[in-house]
T-cell receptor, first 113, second 112 residues
């Protein structure tokens, strides 16, 4: 089946630190990959996506590259801000007849001033 | 657009009571998804609809759970009877292109 594994949290960083949240996947087909972010008390928002190997998704200073050879989609940001404090979810979807988003368990990021 | 709208935002009920959660998807979207989020199990897809028709309900935990989509602008998730283990945050999401889902703010359900 399909699965997504994220690094265990919580992750606590100081403002302007470098962020990496690891994500690896297993998939029965050729997936599209996503990072969603959930701010406190809110629903999930799409942060970025990549639909094929070597694609780089980017948004709000965050980046992730679709690495087929290592089945990974690690999230990075060069300089985090307090406002980036949230839970981050890695996810995949395989099209065709099955449109289920498979999520990782989420990683809580706290950025301190 | 106002986004996906869920109601109520919070629901507190007693075990055995019927609970109905509501969702209004983004206008024009043709897919609607119901998820449940708990600390123990993370995010779970319960059911999804395409053009108001249920496509996959394999995630619905028990017969106590049912979902309907009578028209393109409204869906309900019903739990009858509710149990304490149903306490969770329930999210509705909609999409036009199936790989970009837009989530509502969720309904936090507490069953006492």
């Amino acid at each position: 089946g399909n699965s997504v594994t994220q690094m265990e949290g919580p992750v606590t960083l100081s403002e302007e630190a470098f962020l990496t949240i690891n994500c690896t996947y297993t998939a029965t087909g050729y997936p599209s990959l996503f990072w969603y972010v959930q701010y406190p008390g809110e629903g999930l928002q799409l942060l970025l996506k990549a639909t094929k190997a070597d694609d780089k998704g980017s948004n709000k200073g965050f980046e992730a590259t679709y690495r087929k050879e290592t089945t990974s989609f690690h999230l990075e940001k060069g300089s985090v801000q307090v406002s980036d404090s949230a839970v981050y979810f890695c996810a995949l979807i395989i099209g065709g007849s099955n449109y289920k988003l498979t999520f990782g368990k989420g990683t809580l990021l706290t950025v301190n001033p | 657009d106002a986004g996906v709208i869920q109601s109520p935002r919070h629901e507190v009920t007693e075990m055995g009571q019927e609970v109905t959660l509501r969702c209004k998807p983004i206008s024009g979207h043709d897919y609607l998804f119901w998820y449940r989020q708990t600390m123990m199990r993370g995010l779970e897809l319960l059911i999804y609809f395409n053009n108001n028709v249920p496509i996959d309900d394999s995630g619905m935990p028990e017969d106590r759970f049912s979902a309907k989509m009578p028209n393109a602008s409204f869906s309900t998730l019903k739990i009858q009877p509710s149990e304490p283990r149903d306490s969770a945050v329930y999210f509705c999401a909609s999409s036009l292109y199936v790989n970009i889902q837009y989530f509502g703010a969720g309904t936090r359900l507490s069953v006492l």
